[in-house]
């Protein structure tokens, strides 16, 4: 999985609780991604990071905040988690916003 | 808005014909393209991309075609093989990545 882990693999939570997934990289790329994946639609992009404390929201973002405080780390965070944000989330890179390499994704239920 | 979509999502194929993966995307202004493979409970694997200037790449095994003009893309896999039952999805390239949804390829035995 192109040196990305994300932590994690499974979790079961309870609506309301906060659920934080960590991304880790150890290829040095300078943009990473969250996603989601759900039946029935393609990868959607919740927010992405382009450097260092660099981030930007992507189409699905509401409930979701991102940090980046060094380049291998990414974190996405629920604040509160929603039945709606139970999904596969997925962690990507890229050196230069084309190519995608992806992780092996976090199982995420919200009961 | 603009998508990535595919013509079918599941196909068979027999061990050792070769497959084909249709997709057709409607942002003429996408620059690259790339297909991923999915296997069950794991992440997306890159297989091949194309830039928009080309408009075929091989690699091992594989081929991807694209036709600007009507804006397809295609994935072929020549001798498939047990281990290429997975989710096939293309993605292009207009400022971000934009998914399709896939197609679920089948190796009959």
């Known amino acids: 999985d192109a040196g990305i882990t994300q932590s994690p693999r499974h979790k079961v939570t309870e609506t309301g609780t906060p659920v934080t997934l960590r991304c880790h990289q150890t290829e040095n790329h300078r943009y990473m991604y969250w996603y989601r994946q759900d039946p029935g639609h393609g990868l959607r992009l919740i927010h992405y990071?382009?450097?260092?404390?660099?981030?930007d929201k992507g189409e699905v973002s509401d409930g979701y905040s991102v940090s980046r405080s060094k380049t291998e780390d990414f974190l996405l965070t629920l604040e509160s988690a929603t039945s709606s944000q139970t999904s596969v989330y997925f962690c990507a890179i890229s050196h230069d916003s084309y190519e995608q390499y992806f992780g092996p994704g976090t199982r995420l239920t919200v009961t | 808005g603009e998508s990535v979509g595919l013509h079918l999502p599941t196909l068979s194929v027999q061990e050792g014909d070769n497959s084909i993966i249709n997709c057709a995307y409607s942002n003429s202004a996408s620059d690259y393209f790339i297909w991923y493979k999915q296997e069950s409970g794991k992440g997306p694997q890159f297989i091949i991309d194309i830039r928009s200037n080309m408009d075929k790449r091989q690699g091992q095994r594989v081929t991807v075609l694209l036709n600007k003009t009507v804006k397809h893309l295609s994935l072929q896999i020549a001798a498939t093989q047990p281990g290429d039952s997975a989710v096939y999805f293309c993605?292009?390239?207009?400022?971000?990545?934009?998914f399709g949804t896939g197609t679920r390829l089948t190796i009959i035995p």
């Open positions: 993605a292009e390239h207009n400022e971000k990545l934009t």
């Open positions: 990071s382009y450097g260092v404390k660099d981030t």
